[in-house]
């Protein structure tokens, strides 16, 4: 898990980097929450995701966005995050010509500039959001959402609302040729507090099941899940 420093559009971007020993690795990206509440690349949330792509053969880059840590630059309101992510998918990329698709994984503010990004980004085949700010920010830009993918959230969480996320994932999953999972954590809050194993166990069920060969892949499932 090296230290890299790479390039951003407003100065060096800070990251930890796995390097996957296949030569035709996928490639995932991990987002941390919001700079302003303390938010880094070593969350332990971000830090559950990450680990979770390593174990299932993927290239993988965590960073930290503009002004946190060794980063350089300022807070820019998510506009200049989401041209920060662009550039760290960019380095990824140079290093991984031929990874045959990519996954975004985002948690909180994180998960936002990861669904912006997958906006713009067509190779992203799959995305894991957790805890998407769904109360304060419009997610209207995913029309349509390019990408199948995982929402969870913890049905405690006092910052945002579940109803909230539970409706952007039904919305979500609504639309033609995508899947979209809704998982509700039962008594996880906002910050997954004695709850990181059980999300866990959600992360790695989900991508285990997307990235099976078609014919060994289970039957779909309801759309909306609780785990205890």
């Given at each position: 898990m090296p230290d890299v420093i790479f390039n951003g559009p407003d100065g060096r971007l800070e990251g930890r980097y796995h390097q996957s020993k296949k030569a035709d690795a996928p490639i995932a990206i991990v987002l941390h929450p919001h700079p302003l509440h303390g938010g880094n690349m070593n969350n332990r949330i971000v830090y559950t995701m990450y680990n979770a792509f390593v174990d299932r053969g993927f290239s993988v880059l965590r960073f930290n966005f503009r002004g946190v840590g060794r980063s350089q630059g300022v807070f820019d309101s998510g506009i200049g995050e989401l041209s920060d992510a662009a550039y760290a998918f960019d380095w990824m990329q140079q290093f991984n010509k031929n990874s045959p698709?990519?996954?975004?994984?985002?948690?909180s503010f994180g998960a936002l500039i990861s669904m912006q990004l997958m906006m713009r980004r067509p190779e992203i085949e799959g995305f894991i959001s957790i805890s998407p700010p769904a109360n304060t920010e419009d997610f209207s830009f995913l029309a349509p959402c390019p990408s199948s993918g995982l929402i969870t959230h913890g049905d405690a969480d006092d910052s945002i609302p579940i109803d909230t996320v539970s409706k952007l994932a039904s919305k979500l999953g609504a639309q033609k040729n995508i899947e979209v999972e809704f998982s509700s954590i039962k008594g996880a809050d906002h910050f997954y507090k004695d709850?990181?194993?059980l999300?866990?166990?959600e992360i790695c069920r989900y991508l285990d099941e997307s990235l099976a060969p078609e014919e060994a892949k289970p039957a779909k499932k309801a759309a909306s899940k609780k785990k205890k």
């Open positions: 698709f990519c996954w975004i994984g985002g948690y709850k990181i194993e999300l866990n166990t």
